[in-house]
């Protein structure tokens, strides 16, 4: 702005004679419009000035909110550039520090009222998402009151995916970054334009190298404070941010994880807790090789006699979640159960890759510098155990009250509805919630948690515990392709570890759970064998995996004298697979040997009689190895084709026994 307009703006400010013949013309709402109209599209930024300020009167009083034809109207009628210049006005010799401070103030309230009643449409134009470096500017100098008002309208801008490019465009972000201690909606703009603009395919990378050059600056900005805001900021944007717009290997991560170890042990308070909780299960969550060394490992440079960091931290998770769940089950309803679900599934997910880090690291001491002392682990594993049986109670507490009624029943037993006196309602469900069970990520992770740990330790007790929610697994493993979670992959861990047990094996079949993964299995096996080449028929194949290792469980338990006539439908459906001419992924065709395996495995236990009736499976089956064979000794890993090969020859001379 010159500053010849800056000085008649600042002789025409609110208060001036100008100002005050428009002012007149409010007590006639037609006047006023049209006087707003004129005033705005004048050639003179004074006369602009003047229209500008009738107008914040204007909508300050509410007089134009429900009338969005004449809103839109004054909103094309303004001029973006003579806005842009009053967000720029800064004190000189003509213009005072007051003036320059009224033009910023007016400017920023107009804006911030528009924003807000604005519909959506207009407010992804350019008109008002091209003010966003402005406002962003103008917060260099604005005092407490403008800075929050400015803030606020880039919020609203930024929620919008036009509005977030924008803020990606912007080269100089130090004034938003300087002032986010004080001020955590300057964290919640960087959020809202991250995640927005991560949804955009072109815009990934602009995104990760946003990310990149604004987190470390956002370190140094916190450093010094307890930096709760700014942990709970990442933790919640992590998660939104899509896959691929998350840095590959950053150099802001190991300090980023310095600023969590220092929160964990510097007894924060509540806030601090679920900051650091949810933080943690989301680098974990997105960056599972290099996150749980540096989350985990033991800091041989502090005090030699202090307990490990990672004992420290997983104790205070696991006391979190304990002392919470007795009272969780009455807050169902409650409008804080949401954030105290989204808290302890991020202490599960933490437990659960803490878990995983620990196998690893006993199994092979060269993974990391992880030390813990025996009798630190065994009070852990004692702790987790407890843990794990109170996560057990509240998942079946959880389920009873909002499905099933009653612990074990047989799904027929609730499918129907009682007509009474006072109308017809379910039979048996005590309580029940807004949001669907098998949507809180909760119960997700509990499972998730609870399936790794059965697997990995040796508890029988804990096992069959386990194995008494044998309905909600099956209920949940059928509700997955419905529902926003995909319970399949955790419960399917879970069974491997309850089939060890006879308890587990029964009731497992008492709630028809091989038909289930039965369906499951089939549909995999379409997937995979008329798609191979799609990702999803890989990630499918995993699955398959999964279940043939359950089912495989269950037939070699020394409990099960004969297979079911039900299961050798295995046997027919393995039959008539399609080994497709493209060579399929590894891990398709290792689904593809197992089922084989499942099938001779099926034959070989089954009784005469029911082997007699499947022999002709035998020849199909035979066939089917020798399809398998070129494309396995042709596979690129040869550690790989020389395993799978060893498996098709054990297949074919079991197959040969068997005709």
Same mark, same amino acid.
């Given at each position: ?104 103030? &007016? ?52 929620? &919008? ?29 960087? /959020?809202? =334009? ?43 944007? &992590? ?44 680098? +974990? ?9 540096? +989350? ?31 009272? +969780? ?65 509240? +998942? ?24 009474? /006196? ?27 948690? &609870? ?50 047990? !006879? !308890? ?30 799609? =990702? ?85 089956? =035979? ?37």
């Amino acid at each position: 702005m010159s500053r010849t307009n800056n000085s008649k703006m600042a002789e025409s400010s609110p208060q001036s004679k100008g100002a005050e013949r428009g002012m007149d013309a409010l007590n006639d709402p037609v006047a006023t419009f049209e006087k707003m109209q004129e005033l705005l599209k004048a050639k003179d930024d004074t006369s602009r000035f003047v229209g500008l300020a009738l107008l914040k009167t204007v909508l300050d009083n509410g007089q134009l909110i429900n009338d969005p034809q004449r809103l839109r109207i004054l909103w094309d009628a303004l001029s973006p550039k003579f806005l842009d210049r009053l967000l720029r006005a800064h004190q000189n010799e003509k213009v005072s520090r007051t003036d320059s401070k009224d033009m910023v103030d &007016l400017a920023v309230a107009v804006l911030h009222t528009f924003s807000i009643l604005l519909p959506e449409e207009a407010r992804r134009e350019k008109r008002l998402t091209g003010r966003t470096a402005p406002l962003v500017k103008a917060l260099i100098q604005s005092p407490p009151d403008t800075t929050k008002l400015i803030l606020q309208t880039i919020l609203t801008i930024v929620s &919008l995916s036009e509005g977030a490019l924008e803020v990606l465009a912007i080269q100089d972000l130090s004034p938003l970054i300087e002032i986010s201690n004080q001020y955590p909606l300057a964290l919640d703009i960087l /959020s809202f =334009s991250w995640t927005n603009a991560s949804a955009i395919n072109t815009e990934v990378e602009a995104v990760r190298n946003s990310i990149n050059q604004v987190i470390p600056a956002l370190i140094i900005n916190f450093k010094g404070t307890d930096a709760v805001t700014f942990i709970g900021f990442i933790g919640n944007m &992590l998660p939104k941010l899509e896959p691929e717009a998350a840095p590959r290997n950053p150099k802001w991560l190991e300090p980023l994880i310095m600023m969590l170890r220092k929160l964990v042990t510097s007894k924060p308070t509540a806030a601090g807790r679920t900051a650091y909780t949810q933080l943690a299960a989301a680098l +974990l969550q997105s960056y599972p090789a290099t996150c749980p060394s540096l +989350l985990f490992q033991h800091d041989a440079s502090g005090n030699s006699d202090s307990k490990p960091f990672s004992y420290l931290m997983v104790n205070l998770l696991l006391i979190d979640i304990r002392s919470s769940f007795p009272s +969780l089950l009455a807050k169902l309803n409650s409008e804080e159960y949401p954030a105290i679900s989204q808290r302890l599934a991020a202490a599960f997910d933490v437990i659960s890759s803490f878990i995983g880090f620990l196998v690893r690291s006993l199994d092979d001491e060269s993974v990391s510098r992880f030390s813990m002392t025996p009798d630190l682990l065994l009070k852990l594993r004692k702790d987790i155990a407890e843990t794990m049986s109170l996560n057990i109670e509240y +998942l079946r507490d959880r389920w009873d009250s909002s499905i099933a009624g009653a612990s074990g029943l047989h799904p027929s037993a609730r499918t129907g509805t009682a007509a009474t /006196s006072e109308g017809t309602r379910l039979t048996l469900t005590w309580e029940s919630m807004k949001d669907n069970v098998n949507a809180d990520a909760l119960i997700l992770a509990g499972i998730g948690a &609870l399936a790794i740990w059965i697997r990995e330790d040796e508890n029988e007790n804990l096992r069959n515990e386990t194995a008494g929610l044998m309905d909600m697994f099956v209920d949940l493993y059928k509700l997955s392709s419905q529902g926003t979670l995909d319970f399949r992959y955790p419960i399917l861990l879970a069974l491997e570890g309850i089939m060890i047990n !006879e !308890e587990g094996i029964d009731g497992f079949l008492g709630q028809d759970g091989w038909l289930v993964v039965f369906e499951d299995l089939k549909s995999i096996l379409r997937s995979t064998t008329e798609q191979p080449t799609i =990702s999803q028929s890989s990630i499918d194949a995993g699955r398959g995996l999964q279940i043939v290792r359950v089912l495989l469980a269950i037939i070699d338990h020394e409990a099960t004298s004969f297979p079911r006539e039900d299961w050798m439908a295995v046997v027919t459906t393995t039959t008539s697979m399609k080994v497709t001419a493209t060579p399929p992924s590894s891990v398709i065709i290792e689904f593809l040997v197992a089922m084989l395996q499942l099938s001779s495995t099926l034959l070989s236990k089954s009784s005469g009689g029911m082997t007699k009736r499947y022999v002709t499976s035998v020849p199909a089956l =035979s066939g089917l190895v020798k399809q398998l064979k070129p494309i396995v000794s042709n596979m690129d890993d040869e550690v790989e084709s020389r395993e799978l090969m060893a498996l098709l020859d054990d297949e074919a001379l079991v197959l040969e026994n068997l005709r």
